[in-house]
């Protein structure tokens, strides 16, 4: 049997077989065999059993404990029940959570002995809660592997108390700040896309050499181009059949003095395909868009994961389960946005189609060998390609490989750089621009953009614990309230009453009034300006203050013209748009207005117009005012359309 690799984690030795090394068969009842599509490992229990006192037998161990066979063999079939079908980095820790309890067993030796799981009672809990270095997770896991054990023996499972560890609350991160990297991330994505079209286009136009070169058609004379290179390229590309030929493979299809053309073709490989810091770019812009984690995201299946919206054709979906709790997650992405989840997808599995075809004639041919001959190095390298496969982010590797990210590699930086993410790259490289006053803190992690995220749609919402629960992708409302502890929401909420009160008595005392969109406006943001105040008390067509009547939105005005203020005023659709609390009367004639409209246009032309989501959005601006009051200024302007009293607004700039 092969021996097992040691590798040192927080001080311990893992003592894991990789199947790569080890036999299929499990040979000893204390070897646990894992099975996933991360890898298949053999966790191996015996030093449980033996204990590590001697350190000829665990010369990397260095918290030492002894041995109890008896505890471990009761244990071992509920691992493998538990933890056999875990990603291998999941697996590997409850060998570091068996070891951190056999050595506080030794602790409890003289009080206490523990030899079977019988002996695991409420002292223990009592006695654990007072140790120190033992985390709740590991007081929770592996009080679960001891209930399951005592419910197969037909004994009542154990519940003990939570630990009273205080909850750490960490600071959100600033909101202005994670703008920036949205917006570095987007410019690095287009850039990518405008490279590969250039690309595309010098292929198109240049000569495909790739048959052969007469001698004096070469780079030194001054006939090769760079549409030459990418043209050639790809045409070795379909003479080799291989997507990512070596230069060997190139130099011995093209003649010797075309050699110099075609020793440097990096800008050829990356017109082709995206580059390691290309997918990690476009999958930070995922994690911003959706608020995923980055072990789902990396989970994504391109077979199965993005499918059209069940009723909207405007809108895609994606789906992928998440890690811990195999619950789905799911995004919803406008088809026509350029950044939305789904469209960054596509992108992606485009553009890496040739590798992942690649991949699958591969798998194929191994399928077949495993099929007769068998092996562990051929099933491990079944597996990996598997997970290449459904994976969209994939890229073409330095050594002509096909790679992709994995939860192990997705923040390193490829460019030789020690000690820094590609995040922190993104960052070091934003904060060269920005003043000392104003750096975005270095030490952001990608589950900042999460809790960005969330924070976002739980704070737009007004605060609604549904949308946030959505927003997390949660199951339960107190999943999300364990969540919310963790941040700084306590501190967040205290702040925003005490600034409302602040809010509600300045304007009593300056105004004699208060208008509750001003209050609210001061509440978020501080402070509003009299020039601001002045700006959105007057009143748009449609009832409505706007906070920039200058600068509408390009989706609500796409043919504004610079100096103007607003001319399409359909304020509902708008997100500058204010409602006061006399706008129904003037809302009211909107949706007057928008019936009036639907009745005179085809339904065809109405239903792939904005104007049906504009009329349901004014339906539900109006239900926050009194029903009995808003009904009689529609019947008012009802009847003022139908004398012709009034004539309704059917085009952009008629009032």
Same mark, same amino acid.
């Given at each position: 049997?092969?021996?097992?690799?040691?590798?040192?984690?927080?001080?311990?030795?893992?003592?894991?077989?990789?199947?790569?090394?080890?036999?299929?068969?499990?040979?000893?009842?204390?070897?646990?065999?894992?099975?996933?599509?991360?890898?298949?490992?053999?966790?191996?229990?015996?030093?449980?059993?033996?204990?590590?006192?001697?350190?000829?037998?665990?010369?990397?161990?260095?918290?030492?404990?002894?041995?109890?066979?008896?505890?471990?063999?009761?244990?071992?079939?509920?691992?493998?029940?538990?933890?056999?079908?875990?990603?291998?980095?999941?697996?590997?820790?409850?060998?570091?959570?068996?070891?951190?309890?056999?050595?506080? %067993?030794?602790?409890?030796?003289?009080?206490?002995?523990?030899?079977?799981?019988?002996?695991?009672?409420?002292?223990?809990? =009592?006695?654990?809660?007072?140790?120190?270095?033992?985390?709740?997770?590991?007081?929770?896991?592996?009080?679960?592997?001891?209930?399951?054990?005592?419910?197969?023996?037909?004994?009542?499972?154990?519940?003990?108390?939570?630990?009273?560890?205080?909850?750490?609350?960490?600071?959100?991160?600033?909101?202005?700040?994670?703008?920036?990297?949205?917006? *570095?991330?987007?410019?690095?994505?287009?850039?990518?896309?405008?490279?590969?079209?250039?690309?595309?286009?010098?292929?198109?136009?240049?000569?495909?050499?790739?048959?052969?070169?007469?001698?004096?058609?070469?780079?030194?004379?001054?006939?090769?181009?760079?549409?030459?290179?990418?043209?050639?390229?790809?045409?070795?590309?379909?003479?080799?059949?291989?997507?990512?030929?070596?230069?060997?493979?190139?130099?011995?299809?093209?003649?010797?003095?075309?050699?110099?053309?075609?020793?440097?073709?990096?800008?050829?490989?990356?017109?082709?395909?995206?580059?390691?810091?290309?997918?990690?770019?476009?999958?930070?812009?995922?994690?911003?868009?959706?608020?995923?984690?980055?072990?789902?995201?990396?989970?994504?299946?391109?077979?199965?994961?993005?499918?059209?919206?069940?009723?909207?054709?405007?809108?895609?979906?994606?789906?992928?389960?998440?890690?811990?709790?195999?619950?789905?997650?799911?995004?919803?992405?406008?088809?026509?946005?350029?950044?939305?989840?789904?469209?960054?997808?596509?992108?992606?599995?485009?553009?890496?189609?040739?590798?992942?075809?690649?991949?699958?004639?591969?798998?194929?041919?191994?399928?077949?060998?495993?099929?007769?001959?068998?092996?562990?190095?051929?099933?491990?390298?079944?597996?990996?390609?598997?997970?290449?496969?459904?994976?969209?982010?994939?890229?073409?590797?330095?050594?002509?490989?096909?790679?992709?990210?994995?939860?192990?590699?997705?923040?390193?930086?490829?460019?030789?750089?020690?000690?820094?993410?590609?995040?922190?790259?993104?960052?070091?490289?934003?904060?060269?621009?920005?003043?000392?006053?104003?750096?975005?803190?270095?030490?952001?992690?990608?589950?900042? %953009?999460?809790?960005?995220?969330?924070?976002?749609?739980?704070?737009?919402?007004?605060?609604?614990?549904?949308?946030?629960?959505?927003?997390?992708?949660?199951?339960? @409302?107190?999943? @999300?309230?364990?969540?919310?502890?963790?941040?700084?929401?306590?501190?967040?909420?205290?702040?925003?009453?005490?600034?409302?009160?602040?809010?509600?008595?300045? *304007?009593?005392?300056?105004?004699?009034?208060?208008?509750?969109?001003?209050?609210?406006?001061?509440?978020?943001?501080?402070?509003?300006?009299?020039?601001?105040?002045?700006?959105?008390?007057?009143?748009?067509?449609?009832?409505?203050?706007?906070?920039?009547?200058?600068?509408?939105?390009?989706?609500?005005?796409?043919?504004?013209?610079?100096?103007?203020?607003?001319?399409?005023?359909?304020?509902?659709?708008?997100?500058?748009?204010?409602?006061?609390?006399?706008?129904?009367?003037?809302?009211?004639?909107?949706?007057?207005?928008?019936?009036?409209?639907?009745?005179?246009?085809?339904?065809?032309?109405?239903?792939?117009?904005? =104007?049906?989501?504009?009329?349901?959005?004014?339906?539900?601006?109006?239900?926050?005012?009194?029903?009995?009051?808003?009904?009689?200024?529609?019947? =008012?302007?009802?009847?003022?359309?139908?004398?012709?009293?009034?004539?309704?607004?059917?085009?952009?700039?008629?009032?």
């Amino acid at each position: 049997m092969a021996q097992p690799s040691r590798k040192k984690t927080k001080g311990f030795a893992t003592n894991v077989v990789e199947l790569q090394t080890a036999p299929l068969a499990q040979r000893h009842p204390l070897e646990v065999r894992t099975n996933h599509d991360s890898g298949s490992i053999i966790l191996d229990l015996k030093q449980f059993a033996e204990g590590t006192l001697d350190k000829t037998a665990y010369p990397l161990i260095q918290n030492r404990f002894s041995g109890r066979p008896t505890l471990i063999k009761q244990l071992a079939p509920h691992i493998q029940s538990l933890y056999g079908n875990k990603r291998k980095i999941s697996a590997k820790n409850i060998i570091t959570i068996l070891r951190s309890w056999w050595v506080f %067993f030794d602790t409890i030796n003289d009080e206490h002995n523990v030899d079977s799981f019988e002996h695991i009672d409420d002292f223990v809990s =009592f006695k654990q809660l007072r140790a120190k270095g033992m985390g709740s997770n590991n007081r929770t896991d592996f009080l679960r592997l001891v209930n399951a054990c005592r419910t197969a023996h037909g004994l009542p499972a154990l519940y003990w108390p939570s630990t009273d560890e205080k909850e750490s609350v960490r600071s959100l991160p600033h909101f202005a700040h994670v703008k920036l990297i949205y917006h *570095e991330l987007k410019q690095h994505m287009k850039l990518v896309m405008a490279r590969w079209d250039l690309a595309d286009e010098l292929a198109m136009s240049g000569k495909d050499w790739s048959g052969g070169l007469a001698g004096r058609h070469n780079k030194i004379h001054g006939y090769w181009t760079d549409a030459d290179t990418h043209a050639t390229y790809r045409g070795a590309i379909v003479r080799l059949g291989n997507p990512i030929p070596t230069k060997d493979q190139i130099r011995i299809l093209l003649v010797r003095t075309a050699v110099p053309a075609v020793n440097n073709l990096a800008d050829a490989v990356m017109g082709l395909y995206p580059r390691k810091v290309d997918v990690q770019y476009m999958l930070f812009l995922f994690l911003l868009r959706t608020g995923w984690n980055a072990t789902t995201a990396l989970e994504i299946d391109v077979d199965t994961s993005l499918v059209q919206h069940p009723t909207s054709d405007a809108h895609h979906v994606v789906r992928a389960i998440k890690n811990r709790g195999g619950s789905e997650q799911v995004a919803i992405g406008l088809n026509k946005s350029q950044f939305s989840p789904g469209n960054i997808l596509r992108v992606l599995i485009a553009r890496t189609a040739p590798l992942r075809s690649h991949l699958r004639v591969e798998l194929a041919e191994l399928e077949k060998t495993y099929g007769i001959a068998g092996g562990d190095d051929i099933l491990e390298r079944i597996r990996e390609l598997r997970r290449k496969i459904k994976s969209p982010w994939l890229y073409s590797a330095k050594r002509d490989s096909i790679s992709f990210l994995t939860i192990f590699n997705y923040l390193n930086v490829s460019q030789g750089k020690t000690g820094c993410s590609g995040l922190q790259d993104i960052i070091m490289k934003i904060n060269f621009t920005r003043p000392e006053s104003d750096l975005i803190d270095v030490g952001m992690s990608v589950g900042d %953009f999460r809790d960005a995220y969330i924070s976002f749609a739980y704070e737009s919402s007004g605060y609604s614990w549904l949308v946030a629960k959505l927003a997390a992708g949660h199951r339960s @409302l107190e999943s @999300l309230r364990t969540y919310l502890r963790k941040r700084h929401w306590k501190a967040h909420g205290e702040k925003k009453v005490h600034a409302w009160g602040e809010a509600l008595w300045s *304007e009593i005392k300056v105004y004699r009034s208060v208008d509750p969109a001003i209050l609210y406006a001061r509440v978020q943001r501080g402070e509003i300006s009299s020039e601001e105040r002045a700006r959105w008390t007057k009143r748009t067509h449609v009832g409505t203050g706007c906070r920039d009547f200058a600068h509408p939105p390009q989706y609500v005005a796409p043919e504004h013209k610079e100096g103007s203020g607003c001319r399409v005023q359909r304020c509902t659709l708008c997100h500058q748009a204010i409602i006061f609390d006399d706008s129904y009367d003037l809302l009211a004639r909107r949706l007057m207005e928008l019936a009036y409209i639907r009745e005179t246009t085809p339904l065809l032309a109405w239903m792939q117009s904005s =104007f049906p989501i504009e009329m349901e959005n004014t339906e539900r601006a109006l239900s926050q005012f009194d029903a009995k009051t808003v009904a009689e200024r529609k019947q =008012f302007w009802l009847d003022e359309i139908n004398s012709a009293r009034y004539t309704p607004v059917t085009f952009e700039g008629a009032y």
